[in-house]
């Protein structure tokens, strides 16, 4: 089976850098995936890592390193909007179903 | 194409009535996804379709619940006797599966069920 570990919460001011941390344990996977949801909404899709290292996407960057079994996303230049919760997924090799990690809870004061 | 519906957004019912919920992917996509999603916790997947065929459902999917995608374009989320413990936010997401590059999932913004 698979399992993601991702902080509960994290807090920053504006401006500021954040990085939220996923571990996983899993049987094979496709890539590691990062998705925002606000609260009452949807998630959406930030970001995508089918091979070891870092992507960038405007403020937002995520890594990924398999034999470490560890992911992370970076959010640069905090803004009070990327208040949300972020959560990590890996597609299953299989079925392309996502299995998503805990979830962490970014706060963002000004 | 305005991406992925779902209907009702919210929905209240009775313990023991029966519910149905309705999902439209974007129109392109040939994979949707059920999830459930209760508060604080990450999405928890339930079943999936590639074009009508259901494919996978989860142990999470007991017998009270089922899923249609009868011309594979909408689906339908179905739960018998509802209970207590089925209240939580049900998602819908579509993709183009592995041809899809990365982009990932388009989820729509959920019907939230609270059963009473």
């Known amino acids: 089976g698979q399992s993601l570990e991702q902080p509960s919460e994290v807090t920053a001011v504006e401006g500021a850098i954040v990085q939220i941390n996923c571990t996983y344990q899993?049987?094979?996977?496709?890539?590691l995936s990062w998705y925002q949801q606000h609260d009452g909404g949807a998630p959406t899709f930030l970001s995508y890592n089918a091979l070891d290292g870092l992507e960038e996407t405007g403020r937002f960057s995520s890594f990924l390193s398999r034999s470490d079994s560890y992911g992370y996303l970076l959010l640069q230049e905090l803004q009070m909007k990327d208040s949300a919760s972020y959560f990590c997924a890996v597609r299953d090799r299989n079925t392309d179903k996502l299995i998503f990690g805990t979830g962490t809870r970014l706060q963002v004061f000004p | 194409d305005t991406g992925v519906s779902q209907d009702p957004r919210h929905k209240i019912t009775k313990r023991g009535q029966n519910v149905t919920f309705r999902c439209d992917p974007i129109?392109?996509?040939?994979?949707l996804y059920w999830y459930r999603q209760t508060l604080g916790q990450g999405p928890e997947f339930l079943t999936y379709?590639?074009?009508?065929?259901?494919?996978?459902k989860s142990r999470l999917l007991s017998d009270r619940f089922s899923a249609e995608r009868p011309k594979g374009s909408f689906s339908t989320l179905e739960i018998q006797r509802t209970e207590q413990g089925d209240s939580a936010m049900y998602l819908c997401?579509?993709?183009?599966?592995?041809?899809?590059?990365?982009?990932?999932?388009?989820f729509g913004s959920g019907t939230r069920l609270t059963v009473v």
């Open positions: 379709f590639q074009n009508e065929a259901q494919l996978e």
């Open positions: 899993t049987s094979g996977f496709y890539g």
């Open positions: 997401a579509s993709s183009l599966g592995w041809s899809d590059g990365g982009l990932g999932y388009t």
């Open positions: 129109s392109e996509h040939n994979r």
